[in-house]
C-alpha cells in the first residue's frame, strides 16, 4: 500500500523542486541547446524559457517560418538571446539528417551541443490498436523512432569526443503503461524508453547523460481550443505546456535520469503498474474498451470513470 502513496507524496517532491531548484538551476548561461518541435507546443515552451536562463538555442522543425515566428517572439522578450534556426524533418533519409547534425555543431563559433532535447513527435488520433493502418505505422515510427534514435548515433560523437553531452527525451506516460486507443503512439514511446535508458547505461561513464521525461495529458493550444464540452472537461486535469516545460528543465539540469509529470489519475497508474504490475494489468484491462469507446466520442479519456463507471456503450 506504501505504493499507493507514493504519486501523492511526490506531487509534493516536485514542487519542492519546482520552489528551490528552479531558482538555483545547475545551468550554465553559454550552454548550447538544440531542440526539436521547436515550432510549437512544448517545444515552443522550453524555447522561451532555456532562453529565460541565458541559453544559445538551436531551434529545430519542419516549418521554418514558425521557427522564425519563435524566434522573433524569444528575441522581443529577451533581447541578448542567441537563437538560431535550422530547418529538420525527422523523416528524412541518415545523410540528410548527418549535414543537419553537421550544421548544428558548427553553430556559435563550432561550440558544440550540450543539451539535446528530442522534443518532436507525431501523434495520430486516439483509435483501436487493429484500426490502424501501414501508412499510420510508418508515419509514427519514421519520427518518433527512426528519425530520433539516427539523430542520436549521429551527434553522441561530437559529444563523446568533448567527454560531456546530455540527451533529454520528452517521452510520454504512454510509454510507461499500456495505453489503450493509442498503441501506436504508445509502442513508438515505449521503444524510445528502452534505447535511451540502454544508451545511458552505455555511456554513462564518458561523460554523456540521459533524461527521459514522460509527461501524461497535456494542456496545449491544440486541447485549450478544444469545442465541445467534453473536450474542455477532459482537458481540466491536464498539466500545463509552461509546467511541463518548467519540470522538464528542472530534471534536465539536474540530471534527473527519468521523470513523470502528471495530474492524477495518469500518474497513479504509473506507479501501479511500474511497481505491481499484475494489478496495473487488470486496471488497464477494465478500461481498456471503455476508454477507446470514449476517444471515439471525444469525451474524457483520462478519467476516474473509465474505472468506476458503468460498462462500455453498445
Known amino acids: 500500500?506504501?505504493?499507493?502513496?507514493?504519486?501523492?507524496?511526490?506531487?509534493?517532491?516536485?514542487?519542492?523542486?519546482?520552489?528551490?531548484?528552479?531558482?538555483?538551476?545547475?545551468?550554465?548561461?553559454?550552454?548550447?541547446?538544440?531542440?526539436?518541435?521547436?515550432?510549437?507546443?512544448?517545444?515552443?515552451?522550453l524555447s522561451m524559457q532555456f532562453a529565460s536562463l541565458g541559453a544559445k538555442l538551436i531551434l529545430s522543425a519542419r516549418n521554418k517560418e514558425e521557427l522564425e515566428r519563435v524566434k522573433r517572439n524569444i528575441i522581443s522578450k529577451h533581447p541578448d538571446s542567441k537563437v538560431e534556426v535550422l530547418p529538420m524533418d525527422l523523416s528524412s533519409d541518415e545523410e540528410s539528417l548527418k549535414e543537419v547534425v553537421h550544421?548544428?555543431?558548427?553553430?556559435?563559433?563550432?561550440?558544440?551541443?550540450?543539451?539535446?532535447?528530442?522534443?518532436?513527435?507525431?501523434?495520430?488520433?486516439?483509435?483501436?490498436?487493429?484500426?490502424?493502418?501501414?501508412?499510420?505505422?510508418?508515419?509514427?515510427?519514421?519520427?518518433?523512432?527512426f528519425?530520433?534514435?539516427?539523430?542520436?548515433?549521429?551527434?553522441?560523437?561530437?559529444?563523446?569526443?568533448?567527454?560531456?553531452?546530455?540527451?533529454?527525451?520528452?517521452?510520454?506516460?504512454?510509454?510507461?503503461?499500456?495505453?489503450?486507443?493509442?498503441?501506436?503512439?504508445?509502442a513508438s514511446k515505449h521503444a524510445l524508453n528502452g534505447y535511451f535508458a540502454s544508451l545511458r547505461s552505455e555511456l554513462c561513464t564518458k561523460g554523456i547523460k540521459v533524461t527521459v521525461v514522460c509527461p501524461g495529458p497535456i494542456e496545449t493550444p491544440v486541447s485549450s481550443g478544444a469545442t465541445s464540452s467534453s473536450q474542455r472537461h477532459s482537458s481540466e486535469k491536464r498539466v500545463s505546456v509552461e509546467r511541463c516545460a518548467e519540470l522538464t528543465i528542472i530534471a534536465a539540469t539536474h540530471g534527473l535520469k527519468e521523470a513523470w509529470?502528471?495530474?492524477?489519475?495518469?500518474?497513479?497508474?504509473?506507479?501501479?503498474?511500474?511497481?505491481?504490475?499484475?494489478?496495473?494489468?487488470?486496471?488497464?484491462?477494465?478500461?481498456?474498451a471503455k476508454r477507446v469507446d470514449a476517444a471515439a466520442k471525444k469525451g474524457n479519456a483520462y478519467s476516474w470513470n473509465l474505472l468506476f463507471g458503468g460498462k462500455k456503450s453498445a
Request: proline content about 5%; aromatic content about 12%; hydrophobic content about 45%.
Open 1 to 45: 500500500w506504501c505504493c499507493l502513496l507514493l504519486p501523492f507524496l511526490s506531487s509534493h517532491w516536485i514542487r519542492y523542486l519546482n520552489s528551490v531548484c528552479l531558482r538555483f538551476p545547475f545551468f550554465g548561461a553559454l550552454q548550447v541547446v538544440w531542440i526539436t518541435g521547436a515550432s510549437r507546443g512544448i517545444g515552443e515552451v
Open 103 to 145: 550544421s548544428a555543431e558548427s553553430l556559435f563559433s563550432s561550440a558544440g551541443i550540450d543539451y539535446m532535447m528530442h522534443n518532436a513527435a507525431f501523434e495520430r488520433p486516439k483509435r483501436g490498436a487493429l484500426e490502424e493502418t501501414e501508412e499510420g505505422l510508418k508515419a509514427t515510427f519514421h519520427v518518433n523512432v
Open 261 to 288: 509529470i502528471s495530474y492524477q489519475p495518469v500518474l497513479a497508474v504509473m506507479y501501479v503498474v511500474q511497481y505491481m504490475p499484475t494489478i496495473g494489468c487488470w486496471l488497464m484491462d477494465k478500461v481498456g
Open 147 to 186: 528519425g530520433t534514435i539516427t539523430l542520436t548515433r549521429l551527434l553522441a560523437p561530437f559529444m563523446l569526443d568533448r567527454g560531456m553531452g546530455h540527451f533529454v527525451v520528452m517521452s510520454s506516460a504512454a510509454g510507461k503503461v499500456p495505453t489503450p486507443g493509442q498503441a501506436l503512439y504508445s
